[in-house]
Each structure stands twice: as C-alpha cells, then as structure tokens.
T-cell receptor, first 109, second 111 residues
Framework: ELKVEQNPLFLSMQEGKNYTIYCNYS?????LYWYRQDPGKSLESLFV?????AVKQEGRLMASLDTKARLSTLHITAAVHDLSATYFC?????????FGKGTRLHILP | DAGITQSPRYKITETGRQVTLMCHQT?????MFWYRQDLGHGLRLIYY???????DKGEVPDGYVVSRSKTENFPLTLESATRSQTSVYFC??????????FGNGTRLTVT
C-alpha cells in the first residue's frame, strides 16, 4: 500500500525564520508535486519535480527530490505571513496521484 | 473560458438519495481525477480516468460510481448518499508532465 507521509502536520513559526517540510513516500514514483491550499480555496501548484536531484525555487520556497531516499523537502526561507497556508506533497505511481495529509503552516508576525 | 468547472458548488442532500457531481474540462487533458478532502485526511483519491471509457479505483472508491463517455466530462455519482460522504470534492485534470489542475470544489452535505 502506497503511503505518503508529511511532517510536521502542523507548524507554527515566526516571520523571518527558516524551516523545512518533509515528504516521505513508500514506493517508486516518477514525479513529485507540491501544492498550496488557502482556507476555503482550491489547490494551487507550486512545483513539479521530475527526476532525482531535482531542485526548484520560487521566491522563498525551494523544493528538492531524492528518489533513492524517497524523500522530498520544501524549504521555506525567511518566512513571511503570506506563506501561511496548507502545503501538500503528492506522488505519481502507476498513474494514480496520491497526496499526503498536508502540513498546515501558520506564520506569526 | 478554458479550464475545469465543477458543479454544483454547494449541495445538500438527504441520506439514501442519489447525487451526481459534475466535472467538465475544456483542455482535452487525458487524465481526470476525483478527490475528497476531509479534515485530518488530506486529499484522498476516489476514482481516476486515463482516457474516455477507461476508469479505475483510487484509495476510497466504495459508495461511488464514475463514468467517462466523453473526454471532457467525468461525473461522480453517489448512488445512496451516507453522512460519511459529507465532504469537499475536487475534480482535477492532468496531461503529460504538467501538474494537476483543480476545479473549485463541490461542498457536499448529507443530512
């Protein structure tokens, strides 16, 4: 059974600090996705990681993928309040796209 | 406008009723997905489809039926709704290496 585990599930942090969200998955996957969801809204794509060692950055967010360790990280640099949201990773084995439970990020001013 | 449209946005139904949630896309993407979102569970895959007339079960398919007679439509039917099916339902499409594109969701309440 495929498992996608995110940790932490909830994170409260101060503005200006750095932190990392981890996504572990239990089976081989060609792709890994990161999404953001604001309360009451749909999901917005952040990154698609397609190969081992892939690194993508957008603003204060950087995602990386280690397919051998079956691990992806989403690193937040110098957090700002606008990054408060829920972040999901998802993997894509055998045409299914399976999501983790999400990390609810709360950034305090 | 191009994109993915879910309807209705909100639906209240009674236990035992049949209800259909609609999903329509204008891109002609091959893959379409249905997810439900519940607090504490993230998004769970109900059914997905690789093309017209090809559908397959996801993580939580029991109590749901799908069809895909045309590429652009992927309706989800609850044959006999139960309270445990109260949830927010998202439809999504995918093509190639692009990310999933999500609809705005349908909030379903079963009383």
């Amino acid at each position: 059974e495929l498992k996608v585990e995110q940790n932490p599930l909830f994170l409260s942090m101060q503005e200006g600090k750095n932190y990392t969200i981890y996504c572990n998955y239990s089976t081989t996957s060609d792709r890994l996705y990161w999404y953001r969801q604001d309360p009451g809204k749909s999901l917005e794509s952040l990154f698609v990681l397609l190969s081992n060692g892939a690194v993508k950055q957008e603003g204060r967010l950087m995602a990386s993928l280690d397919t051998k360790a079956r691990l992806s990280t989403l690193h937040i640099t110098a957090a700002v309040h606008d990054l408060s949201a829920t972040y999901f990773c998802a993997v894509d084995p055998y045409d299914k796209i399976i999501f983790g439970k999400g990390t609810r990020l709360h950034i305090l001013p | 406008d191009a994109g993915i449209t879910q309807s209705p946005r909100y639906k209240i139904t009674e236990t035992g009723r049949q209800v259909t949630l609609m999903c329509h896309q204008t891109w002609s993407h091959s893959y379409m997905f249905w997810y439900r979102q519940d607090l504490g569970h993230g998004l769970r895959l109900i059914y997905y489809s690789a093309a017209a007339d090809i559908t397959d079960k996801g993580e939580v398919p029991d109590g749901y039926v799908v069809s895909r007679s045309k590429t652009e439509n992927f309706p989800l039917t609850l044959e006999s709704a139960t309270r445990s099916q109260t949830s927010v339902y998202f439809c999504a499409t995918e093509q190639g290496d692009s990310p999933l594109h999500f609809g705005n969701g349908t909030r379903l309440t079963v009383t």
